[in-house]
């Protein structure tokens, strides 16, 4: 009988007890356990299964669960004896920043708060503890939404002091969608505070950490080391473009094929040519999680994975892109190929300057896929069809916004009526212009026509985001 399909399931324990589709990737557990790396940046597309891998390293790793493994005894993790006797062994610090989307940087500031001071709600046991000295509790009393910029970037650091004082172990660190805060930052023009600040967070928690074990971020972008990370000499950077960990986010199409025969679904190449696409390290035809767990449940083909998110940085890039960068896009569309010399650290400052950032954002997003690689020059094509209904929509949408701003002779002009655009200018010419508009001694050097030239190209004006417009010189 078919697993139950749980649509947005994040807690890995309940996924597992009410015998939930699942797709096992606790070997993830071992590989990043053996990899040794003290802080591990893992950056995927959205809805890749992020937040559910985190959830399950909380689940497997926490003191707060020891002898009870009885979670992963029917996965892979469990068949290696060392790792039944790992389980439940470390204190963990869990955390997310996937909820912090504030417009200005104070009210963004006042939320990272929040998530610290619930840390401390979690771990209160402490505050009576042997653990905490007089000037610690002082501490633990001052963590609040109205904390300032230097008590909360010490925040991390202190718990993990006060938990390895408790517990006698150093602390696992977990924060999923690290970098939410900073998107959000640069839409919103709140980006170099949001940087020095998270800066001091990082640094403290990460690099400054004798109480740590060792720790886990995940995102969609690597934010370049300059902006966040310029002290942090211990992180190891995991991209699409990275061998390790490459089965662990998403689907291959051998489990989505399986899924497909546990479900009864025949039409494997319709969800290949919909769905397939990213490319993760080696591992080519890799499926976006998001969209299949929705199509087995509703056995229908629609864009699922695109329609999760606004887009609104993506669709803002792509709308004030010069026109070079519309026309490649518009190849893109028609089945097309990119080409672009790829930088995987996103300089956020540098999108509005630098397309080829943006081509960069693309591809770490999900959107492109790279179709071939010549030293630091990637040939991308859309990831699939799927991303390329997307955009069509997104493009659509953009027209239908603009077109109560055309002027009557710019709505003649697109539905081809040239009796509605005489009438127009004639009507016009007689009621507003003037002999003098052209010059009063007409003649060949002077060229009065050319007023009637910059007449048109100020009545086309509107039209710049979706033609080229250009004198006639």
């Avoid at 589709?21 to 557990?29: C, R, S």
């Avoid at 660190?173 to 001091?200: C, H």
């Avoid at 971020?217 to 690597?222: D, E, F, K």
Wanted: charged share 25%; glycine share 6%; hydrophobic share 40%.
């Amino acid at each position: 009988m078919a697993r139950t399909i749980s649509i947005g399931a994040q807690n890995f324990e309940s996924l597992i007890m009410n015998d939930c589709f699942y797709v096992d990737k606790t070997l993830f557990i071992r590989e990043w356990w053996e990899s040794r790396d003290i802080v591990t940046l893992i950056t995927r597309p959205r809805r890749f299964g992020k937040t559910l891998n985190m959830n399950m390293l909380e689940r497997f790793w926490s003191l707060e669960y020891k002898e009870k493994g009885e979670v992963f005894q029917e996965l892979n993790i469990w068949k290696e004896k060392k790792y039944r006797m790992l389980q439940g062994t470390y204190p963990v610090i869990s955390l997310s920043f996937a909820g912090v989307k504030e417009t200005d940087y104070d009210s963004a500031k006042r939320a990272i708060n929040y998530i610290l001071m619930d840390l401390y709600t979690q771990h209160d046991y402490l505050r009576e503890s042997d653990a905490l000295t007089e000037k610690d509790r002082v501490y633990f009393e001052k963590v609040s939404p109205e904390m300032d910029e230097v008590e909360a970037s010490l925040a991390i650091h202190n718990l993990c002091k006060f938990l390895y004082r408790y517990y006698g172990k150093k602390v696992i660190i977990l924060l999923d969608e690290y970098d939410t805060p900073m998107q959000e930052a640069y839409v919103n023009g709140y980006w170099k505070e949001m940087v020095s600040f998270t800066r001091s967070l990082f640094n403290n928690t990460y690099k400054t950490n004798p109480y740590m074990e060792r720790a886990v971020m995940t995102g969609i972008t690597r934010i370049s080391k300059e902006s966040m990370f310029s002290d942090l000499n211990n992180l190891n950077v995991i991209t699409t473009t990275s061998a390790e960990y490459a089965s662990c986010f998403g689907f291959t199409e051998e489990e989505v094929f399986a899924a497909m025969d546990e479900y009864s679904m025949a039409n494997k190449e319709e969800v290949k040519c919909w769905y397939d696409g990213f490319v993760i390290g080696r591992i080519q035809d890799v499926y976006n999680p998001w969209s299949i767990i929705n199509f087995l449940n509703t056995g229908q083909l629609k864009t699922f994975w695109a329609n999760t998110s606004s887009n609104g940085l993506v669709g803002k890039l792509l709308r004030q892109g010069s026109q070079e960068m519309k026309m490649e896009f518009e190849q893109l569309l028609s089945g097309g190929t990119v080409e672009s010399c790829i930088d995987e650290e996103i300089v956020f400052h540098q999108l509005e300057k630098n397309e080829n950032a943006v081509w960069s954002l693309l591809l770490a997003g999900g959107y492109l896929k790279i179709v071939e690689i010549s030293g630091n020059c990637y040939k991308m094509a859309l990831t699939n069809y799927e991303v390329e209904q997307m955009f069509e929509k997104m493009i659509s949408d953009w027209f239908t916004e603009d077109k109560f701003n055309y002027n009557q002779f710019v709505k003649a002009l697109l539905s081809g009526d040239v009796e509605a655009m005489n009438y127009y200018m004639e009507n016009v010419a007689e009621t507003m212009f003037s002999s003098f508009d052209a010059g009063n001694r007409p003649s060949e050097k002077n060229n009065p026509e050319r007023f009637y030239h910059g007449f048109v190209l100020g009545l086309l004006v509107d039209l710049k985001g979706r033609y080229l417009v250009t004198s006639n010189r």
